[in-house]
């Protein structure tokens, strides 16, 4: 019998701190219901965890980004049910005037007075169209436009009778020259307004089909004073200043090439990983892109019926490819939460807690623990029994 080493007590001691520290994990585990807390738990366990949790989480995500989609797409499609509806009710007065053995010249020109109101407020819906501060008809959903800005902020704006500047597009007809009236002190929205008049007017007189297709897409802009020239355009522009330099000395843009827009539509991530996208195209609505910006039902109603047929044509495919999306976007979101609901069902497979299986571990450590604390306390009494030997 020995009294400086109880080996005894050290391995009971020893015992019971094992069972002292598993049955903190247990306890660990049970609280937070996770069978992983740390990286010692499972190493390997916690990187595959992991990533499925970043990639449950990116999916989760992706179904709101597709979700979003919907409601974009069901604004733009309310907006053309209505656009239809007007294009259906120009019909039927371009057929009423039509009708010159009963109407008078009087009787068409007032159905041309509704037409022109019902093509002005088409003009205005496309414009208008909104999901948050996306335009949605105006022929830029999804494109990023090419910008010169300027470096002050101007007041008012004076332009002296004969300023001009020139602007081109590639594969237009060719510098054209933007000429301006004399203006004092002209306030700076009213400015760029007029300006983006005069350059749509401008390359649209040249008759080109891509002078004509840029001036839809080419405006300036203001804000707080700083002139801005958007190129919405698929094709590069090229601005040059002219007699007085008006860009330069009184907008303080610097003339050059914009480049050509980026981008064809609105762009959807729906899916975790990168590139997982759906674009969305929409064309523009408006009385020009339809077509029907200069029909007269007062003086040719049959080729105003030809024009407005083809408007509501376009419009008609617009729609059907809408509700295309939105078919596909219900696809995807379907598909999406079967995906994340197998995912996570993986995800925790590997990282949640089996509360049954813990709990009978627990009971059991519980168990350990008393026993080995009293073996303890049994095995620090044995060296007293020495002291029978000395009576």
């Known amino acids: 019998m020995r009294i400086n080493q109880n080996i005894q007590a050290f391995n009971a001691y020893r015992n019971l701190t094992t069972t002292n520290t598993q049955m903190g994990k247990s306890l660990e585990k049970l609280s937070s219901g996770f069978r992983i807390n740390r990286a010692a738990d499972d190493a390997a366990g916690l990187v595959i965890s992991q990533g499925l949790r970043a990639q449950v989480s990116g999916l989760r995500q992706a179904t709101r980004n597709a979700q979003d989609g919907i409601s974009v797409v069901q604004t733009a499609e309310g907006a053309l049910n209505e656009v239809h509806s007007m294009l259906n009710r120009m019909r039927d007065l371009a057929v009423q005037a039509a009708n010159t053995g009963s109407n008078d010249q009087a009787a068409r020109d007032a159905a041309q007075v509704e037409v022109n109101q019902l093509r002005s407020e088409i003009t205005r819906i496309a414009d208008t169209t909104k999901f948050g501060n996306q335009k949605l008809l105006d022929g830029n959903f999804g494109v990023q436009p090419t910008k010169l800005t300027g470096t002050t902020d101007a007041a008012a704006v004076t332009w002296a009778a004969g300023d001009d500047f020139s602007v081109s597009v590639a594969g237009g007809s060719g510098t ?21 008049d005069r350059i749509k007017a401008a390359l649209t007189a040249t008759g080109n089909a891509t002078d004509a297709a840029a001036a ?39 003339p050059g090439v914009l480049a050509a827009a980026t981008g064809s539509g609105g762009v959807f991530q729906v899916g975790a990983d990168a590139g997982d996208q759906l674009t969305i195209s929409l064309t523009a609505v ?24 083809s408007a509501i044509k376009t419009v008609s495919t617009t729609r059907g490819n ?24 993986s995800e925790s497979r590997i990282r949640d807690t089996d509360m049954a299986s813990e709990m009978v571990s627990f009971t059991r450590h519980q168990v350990l623990l008393q026993a ?3 073996m303890l306390g049994q095995a620090n009494g044995l060296p007293q029994s020495v002291l029978r030997l000395l009576g």
Do not use: H, M
Request: avoid cysteine.
């Open 176 to 196: 054209v020259a933007v000429e301006l009236d004399a203006a004092t002190a002209l306030d700076p929205e009213d400015a760029a307004a007029y300006l983006t």
């Open 216 to 254: 839809e897409k080419i405006s300036v802009s203001v804000e707080q004073g700083r002139f801005t020239v958007s190129n919405g355009y698929s094709a590069a522009v090229t601005l040059a200043d002219g007699t007085n330099t008006p860009l330069a000395s009184d907008l303080a843009i610097t």
């Open 286 to 309: 408006n009385a020009t892109s339809l077509g029907i910006n200069t029909i007269d039902v007062s003086t040719d109603a049959s080729s105003a019926i030809t024009a407005i047929d």
């Open 322 to 345: 809408l509700g295309a999306y939105q078919n596909r976007f219900e696809s995807t979101i379907a598909n999406l939460q079967v995906t994340t609901e197998n995912l996570a069902a």
């Open 372 to 374: 080995g604390t009293a």
